[in-house]
C-alpha cells in the first residue's frame, strides 16, 4: 500500500493523515519496528505517551532500577556500527544508561522526528471494506493505517494494588512504574513495601539505606539469585564484538541467552 500525506476521508474541513503502520510505544520494541519498518521503505509513524522514547525505561525511575539482561545482550543487532560506537559500563545496566542508550539510538538513525510524543491512543478501529485502522488520540485528532502495531510491552500498566482501606492513608505513596523523575528522598522516614518482585528486590536496599526503618510485606516468596554485577572490561567488549555473529546464531537457534554459559545452554536446547 503506498501511503499518502492524507486520505480522500476527513474529519470536518481537515484532511486524515494515512501511514502504512502505526506504531504504539516508543519503547525498545517500538524503536526496533520504527527502524525496520523504515528500511523497508514504508511511512510509519510511532504513538508515545511519554515525552521521550525509552517505554520501560522512562516510566521506571524507581531507586537501583536495572536490567537483569547483560547489557551486552540488551543491545540491538541491526548495525555492526552500534556495537562500536556504544559502551556499556556495567555487566547488567542501571535504568539511566538504558534510558540514555534508547536515546542514543533515536537520534543516531534519526528516528525521533517520526515520533509523536505525549501523545496517547484513545481508540482504534478497523475498518475491514477499507482495510484500514483508524486511530484516535487524546489530541483530539485522528490517523489511518494499513497495520496497527502494539510496542506497549507487559509493562506499561502498573497494576494498583487492591487493599481495603488504602484511601485512607495520609502519606505519600509511590508505584515503581510511576516513580516520580525528580525521585524521593526517605531520609528519616518510615516505609512499607508491599511485594518482593524484581523491582522491589532492587529498590529495598537502597531505600533502607536512606529510611529510619522498612517493613516489607511479601505474600509469596521470590527465588533470586546473586547478579555479581561488576564493570565490564575492554576484553569483554572486543570478544562480545568478535563473536557477535555467532552469538545471534545461536541466540536464534536455541531461543536462549548463552552468553555465560552456552554449553549449558546448548544442552538444554537440545
Given at each position: 500500500?503506498?501511503?499518502?500525506?492524507?486520505?480522500?476521508?476527513?474529519?470536518?474541513?481537515?484532511?486524515?493523515?494515512?501511514?502504512?503502520?502505526?506504531?504504539?510505544?516508543?519503547?525498545?520494541?517500538?524503536?526496533?519496528?520504527?527502524?525496520?519498518?523504515?528500511?523497508?521503505?514504508?511511512?510509519?509513524?510511532?504513538?508515545?505517551?511519554?515525552?521521550?522514547?525509552?517505554?520501560?525505561?522512562?516510566?521506571?525511575?524507581?531507586?537501583?532500577?536495572?536490567?537483569?539482561?547483560?547489557?551486552?545482550?540488551?543491545?540491538?543487532?541491526?548495525?555492526?556500527?552500534?556495537?562500536?560506537?556504544?559502551r556499556w559500563t556495567e555487566k547488567?545496566?542501571?535504568?539511566?544508561?538504558?534510558?540514555?542508550?534508547?536515546?542514543?539510538?533515536?537520534?543516531?538513525?534519526?528516528?525521533?522526528?517520526?515520533?509523536a510524543f505525549e501523545t496517547a491512543?484513545?481508540?482504534?478501529?478497523?475498518?475491514?471494506?477499507?482495510?484500514?485502522?483508524?486511530?484516535?488520540?487524546?489530541?483530539?485528532?485522528?490517523?489511518?493505517?494499513?497495520?496497527?502495531?502494539?510496542?506497549?510491552?507487559?509493562?506499561?500498566?502498573?497494576?494498583?494494588?487492591?487493599?481495603?482501606?488504602?484511601?485512607?492513608?495520609?502519606?505519600?505513596?509511590?508505584?515503581?512504574?510511576?516513580?516520580?523523575?525528580?525521585?524521593?528522598?526517605?531520609?528519616?522516614?518510615?516505609?512499607?513495601?508491599?511485594?518482593?518482585?524484581?523491582?522491589?528486590?532492587?529498590?529495598?536496599?537502597?531505600?533502607?539505606?536512606?529510611?529510619?526503618?522498612?517493613?516489607?510485606?511479601?505474600?509469596?516468596?521470590?527465588?533470586?539469585?546473586?547478579?555479581?554485577?561488576?564493570?565490564?572490561?575492554?576484553?569483554?567488549?572486543?570478544?562480545?564484538?568478535?563473536?557477535?555473529?555467532?552469538?545471534?546464531?545461536?541466540?536464534?537457534?536455541?531461543?536462549?541467552?548463552?552468553?555465560?554459559?552456552?554449553?549449558?545452554?546448548?544442552?538444554?536446547?537440545?
Amino acid at each position: 500500500m503506498a501511503a499518502t500525506d492524507a486520505s480522500n476521508t476527513t474529519a470536518g474541513d481537515t484532511p486524515i493523515p494515512e501511514y502504512d503502520a502505526i506504531v504504539i510505544g516508543a519503547g525498545m520494541s517500538g524503536i526496533y519496528q520504527l527502524y525496520r519498518l523504515r528500511e523497508l521503505g514504508m511511512r510509519v509513524r510511532v504513538l508515545e505517551a511519554g515525552s521521550n522514547v525509552g517505554g520501560t525505561w522512562y516510566w521506571n525511575r524507581y531507586p537501583g532500577c536495572r536490567c537483569d539482561i547483560p547489557s551486552l545482550s540488551y543491545s540491538y543487532a541491526w548495525s555492526e556500527e552500534l556495537l562500536h560506537t556504544w559502551r556499556w559500563t556495567e555487566k547488567y545496566a542501571t535504568q539511566p544508561e538504558i534510558l540514555a542508550y534508547a536515546r542514543f539510538v533515536a537520534e543516531t538513525y534519526d528516528l525521533r522526528p517520526l515520533i509523536a510524543f505525549e501523545t496517547a491512543v484513545q481508540t482504534a478501529s478497523f475498518d475491514a471494506a477499507a482495510n484500514l485502522w483508524t486511530i484516535a488520540t487524546d489530541r483530539g485528532d485522528s490517523i489511518r493505517a494499513r497495520f496497527l502495531i502494539m510496542a506497549t510491552g507487559c509493562l506499561s500498566m502498573p497494576r494498583e494494588p487492591d487493599i481495603a482501606g488504602a484511601d485512607r492513608f495520609e502519606g505519600p505513596t509511590y508505584h515503581t512504574g510511576r516513580w516520580p523523575h525528580a525521585g524521593v528522598d526517605f531520609t528519616g522516614q518510615r516505609v512499607a513495601v508491599i511485594g518482593t518482585g524484581s523491582s522491589a528486590i532492587q529498590s529495598i536496599p537502597i531505600i533502607a539505606a536512606q529510611a529510619a526503618h522498612v517493613t516489607v510485606f511479601q505474600r509469596t516468596p521470590n527465588f533470586s539469585v546473586p547478579a555479581n554485577n561488576r564493570p565490564l572490561t575492554d576484553e569483554e567488549r572486543g570478544a562480545w564484538i568478535e563473536n557477535h555473529a555467532n552469538y545471534l546464531r545461536m541466540l536464534r537457534g536455541t531461543g536462549m541467552d548463552v552468553t555465560e554459559a552456552p554449553g549449558a545452554a546448548q544442552r538444554a536446547a537440545a
